[in-house]
């Protein structure tokens, strides 16, 4: 299995940044997809940014041009670079990622998530 470890969450005024960390670890022999999701009070859980073993990167509507998803040379710790935020960007936020474990099975792990508020 896949634990993760988040970090970097907390509360920012509008208009400001935030980085979040998600590091992998355990066993397993390829991650195929390593990204974030978010979930406002209320609301279903949503796409934030997503990065692909060959380096494609997705993004949700309400936050492209505004978010960045990077990651180490090592493929195992991503980060999500938010700017601009908005009060609307508060959630909780989750990484998720989608492997293959030591036996070439695919499988997915969620983070416990990391508070994001965003103060007007």
């Known amino acids: 299995q896949v634990q993760l470890a988040e970090s970097g969450g907390g509360l920012v005024q509008a208009g400001g940044s935030l980085r979040l960390s998600c590091e992998a670890s355990?066993?397993?022999?390829?991650?195929?997809?390593m990204g974030w999701y978010r979930q406002a009070p209320g609301k279903q859980r949503e796409l934030a940014a997503v990065?692909?073993?060959?380096?494609?990167?997705h993004y949700g509507n309400s936050v492209k041009d505004r978010f960045t998803i990077s990651r180490d040379d090592t493929k195992t710790t991503v980060y999500l670079h938010m700017n601009s935020l908005k009060p609307e960007d508060t959630a909780v936020y989750y990484c998720?990622?989608?492997?293959?474990?030591?036996?070439?099975?695919?499988?997915?792990?969620w983070g416990q998530g990391t508070q994001v508020t965003v103060s007007s």
């Open positions: 998720k990622t989608e492997f293959r474990d030591e036996y070439g099975l695919g499988s997915g792990s």
């Open positions: 355990g066993r397993f022999s390829i991650i195929n997809v």
């Open positions: 990065i692909t073993n060959d380096g494609r990167t």
